[in-house]
């Protein structure tokens, strides 16, 4: 299925002119997250943004080290040993790696600032995605193990919104949650066979009527009758 995905990638997004690398790392990610071979296209399609922001990245990267190198081509030359009626090489200057004067063009803060919020918005979209990835293999985890609904409901806080580092940590967070909604199923079974329980001899109990282990209690507390 990998090969179809990182077909379909470069067919479809091959105006964007991204390295090989780029499209096999993409196509990795979505083979994780389909399941069918019908599921691909639309994958493919999901991933429009972000590969738009690995092209902007990309060419200004390209933008930015072009400028460099213009920028070192100009430090490099020296019009005043420029004769052309000499036909012998410049010398070289005494100092080749003349110290940095420190001062980095506007142009090249801008390109680099740019990159900077490019590559942390890449990182909330990567972590967006895989928040969202892992919270449909938790819940397809608690449905495949039948945790209670009602259980879940009561939690302060939807199971979907944590984070996991792994697939490990699901599942044994998915194991922790179907004990704990099996424990509290019971205890729900065991409060209602108790509230519903019947009298012995199948004897119904009135209003106001109290237990016999009341009454004798009651009985004991009377005053003894004297006989005049």
Do not use: C, H
């Amino acid at each position: 299925m990998f090969e179809k995905i990182l077909a379909e990638l470069k067919t479809k997004y091959k105006n964007l002119g991204l390295s090989e690398t780029i499209l096999k790392a993409k196509a990795k990610q979505i083979e994780k997250a389909v399941k069918t071979e019908g599921e691909i296209a639309d994958a493919v399609a999901g991933v429009e943004d972000d590969l738009a922001i690995f092209q902007s990245f990309a060419d200004q990267n390209r933008t930015l080290a072009k400028k460099i190198e213009d920028l070192e081509k100009a430090k490099g030359t020296d019009p005043k040993s420029a004769d052309p009626t000499d036909p012998k090489p410049t010398d070289p200057p005494a100092n080749p790696n003349p110290a940095p004067t420190g001062d980095v063009p506007e142009w090249a803060k801008a390109i680099i600032e740019s990159n900077k919020t490019l590559a942390e918005s890449l990182t909330a979209m990567k972590t967006k995605e895989a928040q969202q990835t892992n919270a449909q293999k938790l819940q397809a985890k608690l449905t495949e193990l039948k945790v209670s609904q009602a259980y879940l409901d009561l939690l302060p806080q939807s199971p979907t919104e944590r984070t996991f580092q792994n697939d490990e940590e699901i599942e044994a967070f998915a194991t922790s949650l179907k004990a704990k909604s099996e424990a509290y199923d019971q205890s729900v079974a065991n409060g209602a066979l108790k509230s519903n329980a019947t009298p012995l001899f199948g004897e119904a109990k009135k209003e106001g009527d109290v237990s016999p282990d009341v009454q004798s209690y009651l009985d004991s507390k009377k005053p003894a009758k004297t006989n005049e």
